[in-house]
Structure formats: structure tokens, C-alpha cells
T-cell receptor, first 113, second 113 residues
Framework: KQEVTQIPAALSVPEGENLVLNCSFT??????LQWFRQDPGKGLTSLLL?????REQTSGRLNASLDKSSGRSTLYIAASQPGDSATYLC????????????FGKGTKLTVNP | NAGVTQTPKFQVLKTGQSMTLQCAQD?????MSWYRQDPGMGLRLIHY???????DQGEVPNGYNVSRSTTEDFPLRLLSAAPSQTSVYFC????????????FGSGTRLTVV
């Protein structure tokens, strides 16, 4: 059974800092991994999608890496801004049948001005 | 493109009442899913569909029904609401190929009293 863990559960940083959010998963048989952002009371916004054959994806100040063999992904945010404050969710699409994303419980990020 | 549209955004039900949460997408996505999000539990899959006329159960299907008569629409029915169904419900969709990620709606916040 796939399990996804995100560490830390919460993170508070000053504006301008570079930071890394971590995601680990127990079963390396995946199709892809997706990072989402969720603002309070809002839906999920897709940030980056990494296929199982890829090592990283970049979008603006965001860079996500994937090490499938070790079951790890990181989301790197450069030059953080107060507008980056949100909860970041990692989700894995596993192989082997069910059409299901397995989500971590998220990292709540606060960027202080 | 509207993406994935969910209605209503908020709903309060009395125990035993029934209702339908609506979900529509205009991206011609084959796959559609319903998730619920609860504090401390993360997002869990309720039901999903891989195309019109085809649905299957997810992780927590009890108390919910779905049908998919068109590619665009995937309604979620609560037959007899219970307080345990108080949650935030998200609908999601993606293209049929495995290398596509999910797009989520903005959610429906349901309270059952």
C-alpha cells in the first residue's frame, strides 16, 4: 500500500529565503508525482508534474526533483515571497490498478515579510 | 476554459437528507474523480470514472453514489447524509494517458447537522 509522507508539517521562513519541502513515498512503482498548492479554504492548484522517467521539473522559482529509487521528491522554492504562503501537497499516482492519487498531509508554509 | 467547476460551494444538510454535488469539466478529460478532505486524514478517493458509463469505487465509497452519463459531468450523490460526511469535497479530472496530471475544482464545503 502506497504511503506518502511530507516533512516538515509546517515551516516558517523570512522573505527571500530559499527553501526545500520534502516528500517521501513507500512504493517506487509510480507513473508520476504531482505537487499542488492549497490556499486556505480554496482548491488545489497544480504546480509541477514529474513523470517517473524524469529527474526534475522547473516552473519559474519552483523546481521539483524526483528520485524514484529512493522514494523521494523535493520541491525547491527560490527567493520566497509572502505570496508563497500556503499548504503544499505532494501526490503520487501509483501503478497497479486503482486510479488513485495518494496524498501526503502537506507542509504549511508561512513566509514572513 | 473554465476547467473543473463544482457547485454548490457551500451546503448545510440535516441528517438523513439527500443531495447531489455537481462537477463539470470542459477540457474533454476522460478520467474524473471525487475526493474528500478531512483534517488529519488528508485527501481520500471516494469514486472515480475512466469514461462515460464507467465508474468504480475508491477508498471511502460508502454512503455515496456516482454515475457518468456524459464526458463532461460527474455528479456525486449523498443518499442519506450523516454527520460523518461533513467534509470538503473535491472533483478532479485528467486526460486518459498516464502521463497527464490532475486538475482540481475549487471544492464544496459540506456540513451535515
Amino acid at each position: 500500500k502506497q504511503e506518502v509522507t511530507q516533512i516538515p508539517a509546517a515551516l516558517s521562513v523570512p522573505e527571500g529565503e530559499n527553501l526545500v519541502l520534502n516528500c517521501s513515498f513507500t512504493d517506487s512503482a509510480i507513473y508520476n508525482l504531482q505537487w499542488f498548492r492549497q490556499d486556505p479554504g480554496k482548491g488545489l492548484t497544480s504546480l509541477l508534474l514529474i513523470q517517473s522517467s524524469q529527474r526534475e521539473q522547473t516552473s519559474g522559482r519552483l523546481n521539483a526533483s524526483l528520485d524514484k529509487s529512493s522514494g523521494r521528491s523535493t520541491l525547491y522554492i527560490a527567493a520566497s515571497q509572502p505570496g508563497d504562503s500556503a499548504t503544499y501537497l505532494c501526490a503520487v499516482h501509483s501503478q497497479g490498478g486503482s486510479e488513485k492519487l495518494v496524498f501526503g498531509k502537506g507542509t504549511k508554509l508561512t513566509v514572513n515579510p | 476554459n473554465a476547467g473543473v467547476t463544482q457547485t454548490p460551494k457551500f451546503q448545510v444538510l440535516k441528517t438523513g437528507q439527500s443531495m447531489t454535488l455537481q462537477c463539470a469539466q470542459d477540457m474533454n478529460h476522460e478520467y474524473m474523480s471525487w475526493y474528500r478532505q478531512d483534517p488529519g486524514m488528508g485527501l481520500r478517493l471516494i469514486h472515480y470514472s475512466v469514461g462515460a458509463g464507467i465508474t468504480d469505487q475508491g477508498e471511502v465509497p460508502n454512503g455515496y453514489n456516482v454515475s457518468r452519463s456524459t464526458t463532461e459531468d460527474f455528479p456525486l450523490r449523498l443518499l442519506s447524509a450523516a454527520p460523518s460526511q461533513t467534509s470538503v469535497y473535491f472533483c478532479a479530472s485528467r486526460k486518459g494517458q498516464r502521463n497527464y496530471g490532475y486538475t482540481f475544482g475549487s471544492g464544496t464545503r459540506l456540513t451535515v447537522v
